[in-house]
């Protein structure tokens, strides 16, 4: 049974900094590509950033590259999003997602993911 735990989110203003952290279960995380994605209200369910955790291969979407940086701490079994120079429309629910780092498909559809977390809201003001 996989396991995701979100932890982070809050409130801000903008141009602050979040870090958020998704606690995974072992026995994924040692081979895994996991996602963050939000989704704010009205609108569709968007890939942020990825990550192959055998090699620590990121990849960003548009809108958030060179703000956000992921990154993992393989003791932990724990990924983290570092979230800075946040913006009014990174206002969203985030959640992490975890599949298998051998899956095929784009890693910033989540279409591609089979195992998520509950979420965490983000709001920036």
């Known amino acids: 049974h996989v396991q995701l735990v979100e932890s982070g989110g809050g409130s801000v203003q903008a141009g602050g900094s979040l870090r958020l952290s998704c606690a995974a279960s072992e026995y994924i995380f040692k081979n895994a590509c996991m996602g963050w994605f939000r989704q704010a209200p009205g609108k569709e369910r968007e890939g942020v950033a990825a990550?192959?955790?055998?090699?620590?291969?990121?990849h960003y979407s548009d809108s958030v590259k060179c703000r956000f940086t992921f990154s993992q701490d393989n003791a932990k079994d724990t990924v983290y999003l570092q979230m800075n120079d946040l913006k009014l429309e990174d206002t969203a629910m985030y959640y992490c997602a975890a599949r298998p780092g051998g899956a095929s498909g784009w890693v910033l559809d989540s279409e591609n993911y089979s195992y998520w977390g509950q979420g965490t809201q983000v709001t920036v003001s």
């Open positions: 990550i192959y955790t055998d090699a620590s291969i990121t």
